[in-house]
């Protein structure tokens, strides 16, 4: 049972970085409007679109260091360099972890008013990943939901495990051992994943519970690579979160 005061909102401010190819920003965009009846802005590149100077100085300290403790650290000045080329659009980082709610925070800071006030959800390609008291090490995110809402598209190809059993072979023979075909970077099943976890965002909003305990629903809490293919990408909304969805549609 949630306890949890719904955050209303008209409208969707919808972030996605230019360099995720497999993001398609129109379907996504027409997705939400039909799914909450509301308005849906597009843009680009958040960090790029809210440069400041001391930018990529806080983003290069929220990188994580220790994958046992969480400890932010003042950055080097060529990560600082580094960092304000892939911001600017000159380079990409891939594989670097990110603590999700340090660049929460960062990104909190640079919302407008209205953004604020209203949903606003940060797709990118940035790696995130959580580390929380009950936890020994960091684990990898497919999505933050806070204000901002955080999806990783790397989360998702990284983040829920494959079969134990490829862990413990060996790397030339690990393919070998799937039976199915995960979710890789350029997939093109990545848009039903998107669409899959922008709605664990919005149940975040509405109830304060992202997840189903439906398995099936694209609600579930997938901690494994087949169970985002079967519920994620492959995975139709329960009745009870449909109804909860329409309920929304008619608040005006």
Known sequence: MSYWAEIP???IYLYIDDSIEQAKPKRLKNFLEDKVDRE????KNFLRSKYQDRLPRKIAGAKVRDKRERKMMDPLSK???????VIKGGKELLGIIYDAHELNKISRGLLSEKERKEHTVIITKRLIGTLETHESRYH????LNSIPSIISIS???????????????????REEILDFRPIEHGD??????????LLQTIFWRLEGDPFCEREGCPLYNSHWQREVLKNQVNGKLCERHKRRLEKFKKVC
């Open 40 to 43: 849906v802005v597009l843009k």
């Open 140 to 143: 990898i995110r497919a999505v």
């Open 155 to 173: 989360g998702i190809v990284e983040g829920p495990a494959k079969p134990r059993k490829y862990y413990l072979a060996d790397e030339t023979k």
């Open 188 to 197: 093109e099943r990545m848009d039903s994943a998107l669409k899959a976890y």
């Open 79 to 85: 990560e600082i360099d580094l960092e304000k080329k």
């Open 9 to 11: 909102f008209d409208k």
